[in-house]
């Protein structure tokens, strides 16, 4: 089933960009919406897209990264996650991601589920991947402005973190929701 689609698409009748810098673009919009009327002042937020990856181990436990996260001025935990780059398909950002970040390569890998993070506000898509028995081959190899700590948990511990607000990170939740949804552990 596809209830997505664009029957009630607005006009853009001028776009203005505010901002235009690598990791934000903000645009001001003037929009015609389908009635007629006008919206003189929209703001869109443009980013690339984003993954991030459920990994577990062959001895099925899950690798989690804790990092400060600016914004809310919180160390957080989440799973592995990153920008797509130009040139790179979903499935390449996320191994590339995962093993950038973690060490950890290799398993069986599917797509688990594309998110918008906000649909009123931005532009991109968050593409989520699970990979099922992943192992640690490499050291990590940070961008200069990462600080991450890698460990691994149980699945207990993850639902539990879920269970009691600790991942905040709502497009690192929802895959993982999903995935204790589905498989019940």
């Avoid at 990856?53 to 989440?78: F, N, S």
């Avoid at 996320?94 to 506000?121: D, H, I, Q, V």
């Avoid at 691994?152 to 009691?164: C, G, M, P, R, Y």
């Amino acid at each position: 089933m596809d209830t997505i689609n664009e029957d009630r698409k607005w006009k853009i009748l001028s776009s203005e960009y505010l901002v235009r810098r690598p990791w934000l673009t903000a645009r001001r919009d003037v929009a015609q919406l389908p009635d007629g009327r006008i919206n003189n002042e929209y703001y869109v937020l443009e980013y690339p897209d984003w993954v991030n990856v459920i990994a577990l181990t062959r001895d099925g436990q899950m690798v989690l990264e804790r990092q400060y996260r600016h914004g809310l001025g919180k160390t957080c935990y989440e799973i592995p996650c990153g920008v797509i780059e130009e040139g790179e398909s979903p499935l390449e950002a996320a191994r590339r991601e995962l093993l950038e970040e973690t060490g950890y390569a290799g398993g069986e890998w599917k797509e688990w589920m594309t998110l918008s993070p906000n649909p009123a506000t931005s532009t991109n898509l968050a593409h989520s991947f699970l990979a099922v028995g992943v192992e640690k081959v490499a050291g990590q190899s940070l961008d200069a402005t990462e600080d991450i700590e890698v460990s691994l948990h149980s699945k207990a511990f993850v639902k539990e973190l879920l269970d009691n607000n600790q991942i905040l990170q709502a497009l690192m939740a929802a895959p993982l929701l999903k995935y204790f949804m589905d498989y019940g552990e």
